[in-house]
């Protein structure tokens, strides 16, 4: 695609209910990452995937947050029994990949937990 | 932690003028330094970016200034417009992974 898709643009959900966000990276780009925006933490790293290497999940806030990257091109980030201080816009990037820092991000996902 | 400091918070501007924004960072392993444009609603957009080993970068209206001694960056908006009014924020990478500086609110007025 021209660009990094996200979905949903918005989620509400209960707090305890678990939710899947979804990514779909620019076409050929081999590196994929999450980052999260929050007004008391600002945008902060959470995971990252490049090609068919192990993820670098050193930034996933607890175990509630998990991410999978199918078939080298989709990414589902998971976050399971939310609390309140889940609510964030999460931002899903990628990248040609090794040597390309001209990361595109997408639109984000507002996630609100009630 | 916080590794990348960003300031002013928020900045205003008038039409024609020069925007003036500084990060500071601790950390030396961080081998690129990119500052990103975001739009209400929107993912930030890279913006203009520098290597540690280059001193001064200019994209058109843009320019980065990097002090690699003085652990700073800066970025200066010549002519600043109307449509410069977003928010920036400054960031730097290392492994793959950026940090983020807290970003500044620019209103550029008429």
């Known amino acids: 695609g021209a660009g990094v898709s996200q979905s949903p643009s918005n989620k509400v959900t209960e707090k305890g209910k678990d939710v899947e966000l979804r990514c779909d990276p620019i076409?050929?780009?081999?590196?994929l990452y999450w980052y999260r925006q929050s007004l008391g933490q600002g945008l902060e790293f959470l995971i990252y995937?490049?090609?068919?290497?192990?993820?670098?999940k050193s930034g996933l806030p607890s175990d509630r947050f998990s991410a999978e990257r199918t078939g080298g091109s989709v990414s589902t980030l998971t976050i399971q029994r939310t609390q309140q201080e889940d609510s964030a816009v999460y931002l899903c990037?990628?990248?040609?990949?090794?040597?390309?820092?001209?990361?595109?991000f997408g639109s984000g996902t507002r996630l609100t937990v009630v | 932690q916080q590794q990348v400091k960003q300031s002013p918070q928020s900045l205003i501007v008038q039409k024609g003028g020069i925007s003036i924004i500084n990060c500071a960072y601790e950390?030396?392993?961080?081998?690129?330094f990119p500052w990103y444009q975001q739009f209400p609603g929107k993912g930030p957009a890279l913006l203009i970016a520098i290597r540690p080993d280059v001193s001064e970068k200019k994209e058109g209206r843009f320019t980065i200034s990097f002090n690699k001694s003085a652990k700073q960056f800066s970025l200066h908006i010549m002519d600043s417009q109307p449509g410069d009014s977003a928010t920036y924020f400054c960031a730097a990478l290392r492994r793959r992974k950026l940090v983020f500086g807290t970003g500044t609110r620019l209103l550029v007025s008429p």
């Open positions: 995937f490049q090609g068919n290497s192990a993820p670098d």
């Open positions: 950390n030396t392993a961080f081998d690129y």
């Open positions: 990037a990628s990248s040609l990949g090794t040597g390309d820092y001209g990361y595109t």
């Open positions: 076409s050929g780009h081999t590196a």
